[in-house]
């Protein structure tokens, strides 16, 4: 299994484009997110999905977009770029066992924004 | 809301040293609690993991304790090695029934620095 998977890995981008961040999971797992770290804050949730079809905003999803066609893939659009979504952008998945789920996280897509 | 508070880093100690990182959260309901760890350039990792008061979590020679009465689970190891050097991340879970315990808080991160 490859787990999560997210590419690029490197991104530059000017002011107003826009980029779509991919995210596949191989583990048939229900759940999937949408993080972002900046320096000394911690991870921040952007959005979420439940399953194909479902999705829902997290804590900070102003200037993003998602969509979940179906259970492997969770990709993250980003529509007119702005400095402030210069960041690192982590894409996790989990499945619904109860308490104490484990997320599984991909090794990030590290985004700058000129 | 939930809210998880990690002591403030960096944190640089020698090899074989004991490191303690605080943590604490504030929840409304009764949640899961989770060590995550970042090593250079990668994603997450669990580290360990507790799900209700008492319970001890362990992994790697770390331990974690679950402790409802301070609202603390603060991460130890008793003698760190260069290889640990890392962000440590504190998380929760919400406890509710229905499903709703998926989503996570973090803290901010710990970066951990051990020298030989």
């Known amino acids: 299994n490859a787990g999560v998977t997210q590419t690029p890995k490197f991104r530059i981008l000017k002011i107003g484009q826009s980029m779509t961040l991919q995210c596949t999971q191989d583990?048939?797992?229900?759940?999937m997110y949408w993080y972002r770290q900046d320096p000394g804050m911690g991870l921040k949730l952007i959005y979420y999905?439940?399953?194909?079809?479902?999705?829902d905003k997290g804590e900070v999803p102003n200037g993003y977009n998602v969509s979940r066609s179906t259970t492997e893939d969770f990709p993250l659009r980003l529509e007119l770029a702005a400095p402030s979504q210069t960041s690192v952008y982590f894409c996790?998945?989990?499945?619904?066992?109860?308490?104490?789920?484990?997320?599984?996280f991909g090794p990030g897509t590290r985004l700058t924004v000129l | 809301g939930n809210s998880v508070t990690q002591m403030e880093g960096p944190v640089t100690l020698s090899e074989e040293a004991f490191l303690t990182i605080n943590c604490t959260y504030t929840?409304?309901?009764?949640?899961?609690l989770f060590w995550y760890v970042q090593y250079p350039g990668e994603g997450l990792q669990l580290l360990l993991k507790?799900?209700?008061?008492?319970d001890k979590g362990s992994n790697k020679g770390f331990e974690a304790t679950y402790r409802k009465e301070t609202t603390s689970f603060h991460l130890e190891k008793g003698s760190v090695q260069v290889s640990d050097s890392a962000v440590y991340f504190c998380?929760?879970?919400?406890?509710?029934?229905?499903?709703?315990?998926?989503?996570?808080?973090f803290g901010k991160g710990t970066l951990l620095t051990v020298n030989p």
């Open positions: 996790a998945s989990s499945v619904n066992r109860g308490r104490g789920n484990e997320q599984f």
């Open positions: 583990m048939n797992h229900n759940y």
């Open positions: 999905s439940v399953g194909a079809g479902i999705t």
């Open positions: 929840a409304t309901g009764y949640p899961s």
């Open positions: 507790a799900t209700k008061a008492d």
């Open positions: 998380a929760l879970s919400e406890g509710r029934s229905g499903g709703s315990n998926y989503k996570l808080t």
